[in-house]
T-cell receptor
C-alpha cells in the first residue's frame, strides 16, 4: 500500500539553527500539506502546496518557514532559525485532489522536532 | 472563527459501544472527518461525512451529524482493544485545502 514517508523520525536541534524536514508524498498525488502538533495541543494546519506553489498558509507559517519540492519526489519544510516553541510533531500529508473534495489525505508518521 | 472541540479521554469496556463527540464552528465545511492515530503512526482517515447527510454507517462505525448544532459524533460498535488510539475530528472550512483538527480523544479499551 502506498504511504507517505517522513525523515527523520526525530530531530533535535539547537535554538537558532536551521532544520529541514523531509517528506516523500505518494507518487501520483498532486497536493501536499504540512501540519504540526505541539505536545498536548491540536493538530494545526501550516501550509498547502500545489503546482509548485503555496496555495494556502496559516498564520503560523511566517517568514521563518518555507516549503519546497526540490525534485519530483521530495517535499520539504524548512525552518530557518528555530525557536523553542517550534518543538512539535510535524506531519506531512498528500492527496490526489484538494482536500474536501471527497478525497483522502494520507499522512506520514510524523517528525518529532525538539528545539533545545 | 474555525475551531473544533472534543473531549480528551474516553474509557470503555471491551465489547461495549464507544461514542466520541465533537463540535465544530464553521458551517461552510463541506466534509467532516474522523481520523485515527495509533502510537508512533500517522493520522489515518477512518471515515467522513458529507455536510448534507445526517448519518453514515460503515461496518462498526456510525457517524452522526447534527448540522444545526454543529455536532458530530463517532460511534464504534463492539469496541475492541485494537480500537485503542487517539481519534481526531476535523472539518474542512470552505471545503478545500486544509483540515482543522480537534485536540483528539484518547480512547482506552479495557477488558
Amino acid at each position: 500500500e502506498p504511504e507517505v514517508t517522513q525523515t527523520p523520525s526525530h530531530q533535535v536541534t539547537q535554538m537558532g539553527q536551521e532544520v529541514i524536514l523531509r517528506c516523500v508524498p505518494i507518487s501520483n498525488h498532486l497536493y501536499f500539506y504540512w501540519y504540526r502538533q505541539i505536545l498536548g495541543q491540536k493538530v494545526e494546519f501550516l501550509v498547502s502546496f500545489y503546482n509548485n506553489e503555496i496555495s494556502e498558509k496559516s498564520e503560523i507559517f511566517d517568514d521563518q518557514f518555507s516549503v519546497e519540492r526540490p525534485d519530483g519526489s521530495n517535499f520539504t519544510l524548512k525552518i530557518r532559525s528555530t525557536k523553542l516553541e517550534d518543538s512539535a510533531m510535524y506531519f506531512c500529508a498528500s492527496s490526489e485532489e484538494s482536500q474536501g473534495l471527497n478525497t483522502e489525505a494520507f499522512f506520514g508518521q510524523g517528525t518529532r522536532l525538539t528545539v533545545v | 472563527g474555525e475551531d473544533v472541540e472534543q473531549s480528551l479521554f474516553l474509557s470503555v469496556r471491551e465489547g461495549d459501544s464507544s461514542v466520541i463527540n465533537c463540535t465544530y464552528t464553521d458551517s461552510s465545511s463541506t466534509y467532516l472527518y474522523w481520523y485515527k492515530q495509533e502510537p508512533g503512526a500517522g493520522l489515518q482517515l477512518l471515515t467522513y461525512i458529507f455536510s448534507n447527510m445526517d448519518m453514515k454507517q460503515d461496518q462498526r462505525l456510525t457517524v452522526l451529524l447534527n448540522k444545526k448544532d454543529k455536532h458530530l459524533s463517532l460511534r464504534i460498535a463492539d469496541t475492541q482493544t485494537g480500537d485503542s488510539a487517539i481519534y481526531f475530528c476535523a472539518e474542512s472550512p470552505g471545503g478545500y485545502n486544509k483540515l482543522i483538527f480537534g485536540a483528539g480523544t484518547r480512547l482506552a479499551v479495557h477488558p
